[in-house]
C-alpha cells in the first residue's frame, strides 16, 4: 500500500480509496504531498518508471520473456495491496507461485511476523539462491540482493532487472498486439541477462557491484602476498 500511495498512480476505487491513499501518504511521507507548490503528475511519474507494477504487469512480463505456467515463482513481497483481486490474474498465469506464507505454517512464522526486517530476510535468504532474480521495484532489497548473487556466482548471477520506462509504453500502447510485446520483452530479457555479468564503474555501489574489487578480496590478496627475507 506504501508503494502504492507513494507512486500516486491512478486508482479505480473512486473516493474511497483516494482517503485511503492520503492517509497512507501522511503516515509514510508526510507533508511530501501536501507541499505548497508541489504537484503530483501520476502519469508522468509512472512514465518515468517510479510506479511498481502491477501483478498482472508482473505476468504479462514474465510470461513474455518466455515463461510459461509450469514455472514455479517465488513471490518476495510484504502485504499486497488489495490482494484478493489484484493477484488473481498472476495465479492464473502461473499457477505454481508461492510465498513464504504459503510455503511455511502459521507455526514457524511466528517469531518473525511481528519484524518486517525478520519477514524480508525471509525473503532474502530464498532470493539469494534463486535460479533467476526478477526486481520491479527499487531499494536497498533488490540492491543489496543482486550484489550478493554477483559476488556468489563470480558475476555470472542471472538477473531480470526490466526497464520501466519502457514497459509502461508498451503496456499503455493499446495497438500493440502480443508478438510485437514478447519480441520487446524477450530483448529486454536478453539485456538483463547480459547485464548480469556487469563489473562495476567508477562511483557505483561496491554492495551492487562488488566483482571483481570487492574489498574482502583485495585484502585477502594483499595478506597473501609473500614477504621476501634475505
Not at 82 to 94: C, D, G, N, Q, V
Request: hydrophobic letters at 35%; charged letters at 25%; glycine letters at 8%.
Amino acid at each position: 500500500q506504501d508503494m502504492v500511495a507513494f507512486s500516486c498512480c491512478v486508482y479505480d476505487g473512486g473516493d474511497e480509496e483516494k482517503k485511503e491513499m492520503d492517509v497512507a501518504r501522511e503516515i509514510g511521507w508526510r507533508g511530501k504531498f501536501t507541499r505548497r507548490g508541489k504537484v503530483i503528475r501520476p502519469g508522468i511519474i509512472r512514465m518515468n518508471g517510479k510506479c511498481p507494477l502491477t501483478p498482472l504487469e508482473v505476468g504479462l512480463m514474465l510470461r513474455g520473456m518466455g515463461f510459461n505456467n509450469k514455472t514455479a515463482i517465488y513471490l518476495a513481497s510484504g502485504k499486497i495491496y488489495k490482494s484478493e483481486k489484484t493477484m488473481a490474474p498472476l495465479l492464473e498465469m502461473f499457477p505454481l507461485l508461492q510465498t513464504k506464507e504459503t510455503l511455511a505454517s502459521d507455526e514457524e512464522l511466528a517469531p518473525f511476523k511481528n519484524f518486517s526486517s525478520r519477514m524480508a530476510a525471509l525473503d532474502y535468504s530464498v532470493c539469494t539462491y534463486s535460479e533467476v532474480f526478477v526486481t520491479t521495484q527499487g531499494g536497498n532489497f533488490p540492491h543489496f540482493l543482486m550484489g550478493h548473487r554477483r559476488y556468489l556466482y563470480g558475476g555470472h548471477s542471472k538477473t531480470i532487472k526490466p526497464d520501466k520506462r519502457r514497459l509502461a509504453i508498451l503496456f499503455d500502447n493499446p495497438r500493440i498486439g502480443w508478438k510485437s510485446l514478447k519480441r520487446h520483452l524477450l530483448n529486454m530479457r536478453a539485456h538483463s541477462d547480459a547485464k548480469g555479468v556487469e563489473m562495476k564503474r567508477p562511483n557505483e555501489s561496491i554492495y551492487t557491484f562488488p566483482c571483481p574489487d570487492c574489498m574482502c578480496r583485495l585484502n585477502k590478496t594483499t595478506h597473501s602476498k609473500p614477504i621476501h627475507t634475505r
